[in-house]
């Protein structure tokens, strides 16, 4: 299955994948909307010392939000794991149990995750597609 | 006689999560799940957010409607199990039916315990606080005008007060202890919580107990008469091991199994919050009657049901909660030395010792912490880890730079 890697050696610490998710999951026509607005992206930039790389979900094959979900809002489809926020109550089980801390709570008290832009009118990574330097890649792993 | 290749009673998280093990492996073969209750597999934590509003009947389904359809499952609902007969490998069920089946997981959870209190059988209006029924009851009864008096402090009691809030009158909890959650935080967590939840206007009697009832009085051993309307009792649940026990089956606190979630019958499973499990962060047998825990303990009964290869071996405690939009999450035992850090509205606190992340509270702000979590379950040294960096907040920066390539980079297309 493809998914989203991040190439910590040409990682610019640019955050503009940040940008680029708060953007294509926020329904907003151009992007410019966004100014004065606190985004709460899915995707994070990491940084310490120089080093800097993204950090979204892994897809994991065994996931443990998923085993741990309490309602059932979470679930693999095609080895992709979606959230369902009409059934999330916003319990932060999986924010517990994600190894890699890729699962955040959303404005609206329910959780987000990285759904690899399936669910919104992007269709595929726009994390990926709006890194400048291919510091984040969507491959088959 | 009816015959499945796989019977499983209990129809909630470990259930559930057999059902899923047993289809990794094996698509075919039959399977019935037994349920006392007359519902579609529904989430029990989420009776409090029933309440509440949060959710209903149909989002607080744990598993789509046509889950069973889809798997290929029997469901025989509204039926007790009451008896096991091992060697003719047959279920009895309370209305007579005898069930037949090869491999066998008893998911009995849990019954809600109630203590000795005088009087008790002269309260009209009492409830325990645990199955869908139980809500939808308690619901029928709630009105403004009605003061509450919910016993015990601990999870379900709190999330009672918190799902009945906008329903009820004045709702006073009491406990025999001298704080509030006190198997999952540390006294200063127990008093933030308790601060937050007491602004709400929830009012709490701790050190005490109640005595006795007379009607609507509880007479408190410190002499103190509290007048309630309705009455939760919310003091804890016991294991379900009848069954098991009765079959001649291993039970310590909980029903014994092994790693393979076996129990000490041949091909019986069990899983959930009837057995107990090996806490690694304690090295000791405990029960945690957790749903995260018993849909893992299931879903690894079911694959070594059907064949496959699955341990259960990485048992901790953790809960996620919320009070009133205060979250905490909180992992592992609290042992060993400690780091603190707080300010207004958030509390850390880590336990480490002999090198391991034993056990942590966050409340408030809670990102990241699943990486805390995974420190502790997967036993990683902290002499490998960055632990300045990771004390002040969770991140995968602190850990070598060949495991942040194994968690984030395709390493299949370049060496690491």
Redesign the interface.
Known sequence: MKRIYAREEWCLGCHLCEYNCAFANSGLDTMTKLKGIKINPRIQVEENDGIFYAVSCRHCEEPLCVKGCITGALSIKDGVIHINKEKCVGCFTCILSCPYGCIMPAETGVIQKCELCQTNSKGSPACVSGCPNRAIVFEEG | MKSFKYVIIGNS?AGI?CAEGIRQIDKKGTIAIISDEKHHTY?R??IS?LLEG??DLQ??????DNFYKQHNIVLISGEKAVSINKESKTIKLEKGEEIKYEKLLAALGSSPFIPPMDGLEQVKSKFTFMKLDDAINLDKELSKDKKVLIVGAGLIGLKCAEGIYKKSGKITIIDLANRILPSILDEDGSVIIQKHIESKGIHFILNDSVSRFESNSAFLKSGNIIEFDILVIAVGVRPNVSLIKNAGGKINKGIWTNEKCETSLPDIYSAGDCTESFDITCDKERILAL??NA??QG?CAGINMAGGQKLYDKAIP?????FFGL?L?T?GSYEGNFFVKSDKSNYKKLFFKDDLLKGYIMIGD??????Y??IIR?KIPLSTLDFE?IKER????AFELNE??K????I??RSV
């Open positions: 998280a999560g989430s934590p989420l957010y949060k959710t989002r607080m389904k744990y598993r789509p749903l995260p849909y893992m879903e953790m809960n996620a909660i919320g979250h999450i992992a809670v990102n990241r912490g699943g990486i979590t995974r997967e960096l969770p991140q995968l920066m942040r390539k968690m984030l980079a395709n299949s297309e």
